[in-house]
Structures are given as structure tokens and as C-alpha cells.
């Protein structure tokens, strides 16, 4: 069965500190990864995705995240982070021989970048 | 290009009765998900129409239901409300492949009194 785990509830960071949001999966076959961000009162926004082939994957805003099968994780980070991106974050994930379309979300990661 | 439109974005019910959410997604996507979002249970799935056809089921009770029009416009009907199913109701479209990223509406948050 697909899962996805965010192991941290809150990740707090300084203000041009980098940062990382974790993010383990499980699926039968080959992983789709997805990272979105939500903000308070707001639906969530597509961020970024790993489909195949280069394992870091850039997106919106300045993020990027490594594909890592031999851990299974696909981790959130930027280099220096933003006050602005103090919001709720979540990992997502599709199995590409499941045949389902299912995406299933972690829990999400509240990040709280102090200034 | 238009996002994805959600109405009410505010409702206010109370026990016993019942409520429409609608949805209308991106021009040209086929698909429409609902996901149910509350502080303790975080973002759970209900279900997913693609071309006006269930395609995915959560593990909600049927109370809970749906359906999908053929300009792709989706609606969720919850009856008999409990004070439990106060929560943002997200929609989401997609073009429906398996590679897809979601489109989220901004949510109808439904509050039960």
C-alpha cells in the first residue's frame, strides 16, 4: 500500500538560514512525488514534482527537492529561507503502476521561519 | 486562465441538515478530486471524478457523495450533518494523467452548530 510520512510536525529556521522539510514514502512500484504549500486560510499550491530522471527537482519560490530511492525520501529545501515561506507544507504521492490516479498526503509540516 | 472556482466559501449549518459544495475546475481539466481538511485529521481524500465517473473513493460514510457534470463541474452533497464534519472542503482539478499536479480551489469551510 502507498504511504507517505512527514516525520516532523513544525520546523522552525532563521530567516536566510537553509532549510529542509522530510518527507519518506512507500509504494509498490516506481514513485510520483509532489510537494505542496499551503497558506493559512488559502487551498494548497503546487510547488514541485519528480517524475524521472534528475534526481533534484527545482520548482516555485526558490525550492528544490532530491529524489533518494535507496532512502526513500524526497526532502523539501531551500538555501536561505524567507519569512514569506512560513506556511504549511505537504509531501504527496502517486504510484505509477498502481493504476489508481490515488494521491496520497502526508500529514503535513508546519514551517515557521523566524525573523 | 481561470483557477479553480469553489462555492460557498462560508457555510454555516447546523446538525441534521444538509449541504452542496460545487466546484468548478480549470478549463479543460477532466478531473475533479474533494479532500476534507480539519486541524486533527489533517488533508483526507474523499473521492475523484474523471469524465463523470467515480474513480476514486475514500473511506468516508455515504453520507457523504458526489458527482461530476459533463462540463466537468463537480458537486459534494453531505446530509444529515454531524458537528464532526465541520471542516475546509478542498476541491482539486487535474488533466487526470497519473504524472499530473493538483489544482486546489481555495476551500468552502463548512462550520456545524
Known amino acids: 500500500a502507498q504511504s507517505v510520512a512527514q516525520p516532523e510536525d513544525q520546523v522552525n529556521v532563521a530567516e536566510g538560514n537553509p532549510l529542509t522539510v522530510k518527507c519518506t514514502y512507500s509504494?509498490?512500484?516506481?514513485?510520483?512525488l509532489f510537494w505542496y504549500v499551503q497558506y493559512p486560510n488559502r487551498g494548497l499550491q503546487f510547488l514541485l514534482k519528480?517524475?524521472?530522471?534528475?534526481?533534484l527537482v527545482k520548482g516555485s519560490y526558490g525550492f528544490e527537492a532530491e529524489f533518494n530511492k535507496s532512502q526513500t525520501s524526497f526532502h523539501l529545501k531551500k538555501p536561505s529561507a524567507l519569512v514569506s515561506d512560513s506556511a504549511l507544507y505537504f509531501c504527496a504521492v502517486r504510484d505509477a503502476i498502481s493504476g489508481t490516479y490515488k494521491y496520497i498526503f502526508g500529514t503535513g509540516t508546519r514551517l515557521k521561519v523566524l525573523a | 486562465k481561470a483557477g479553480v472556482t469553489q462555492t460557498p466559501r462560508y457555510l454555516i449549518k447546523t446538525r441534521g441538515q444538509q449541504v452542496t459544495l460545487s466546484c468548478s475546475p480549470i478549463s479543460g481539466h477532466r478531473s475533479v478530486s474533494w479532500y476534507q481538511q480539519t486541524p486533527g485529521q489533517g488533508l483526507q481524500f474523499l473521492f475523484e471524478?474523471?469524465?463523470?465517473?467515480?474513480?476514486n473513493k475514500g473511506n468516508f460514510p455515504g453520507r457523504f457523495s458526489g458527482r461530476q457534470f459533463s462540463n466537468s463541474r463537480s458537486e459534494m452533497n453531505v446530509s444529515t450533518l454531524e458537528l464532526g464534519d465541520s471542516a475546509l472542503y478542498l476541491c482539486?482539478?487535474?488533466?487526470?494523467?497519473?504524472?499530473?499536479?493538483?489544482?486546489f480551489g481555495e476551500g468552502s469551510r463548512l462550520t456545524v452548530l
Open positions: 509504494v509498490s512500484g516506481n514513485p510520483y
Open positions: 482539486a482539478s487535474s488533466r487526470g494523467e497519473n504524472t499530473g499536479e493538483l489544482f
Open positions: 471524478y474523471f469524465s463523470e465517473t467515480q474513480r
Open positions: 519528480y517524475i524521472t530522471g534528475d534526481n
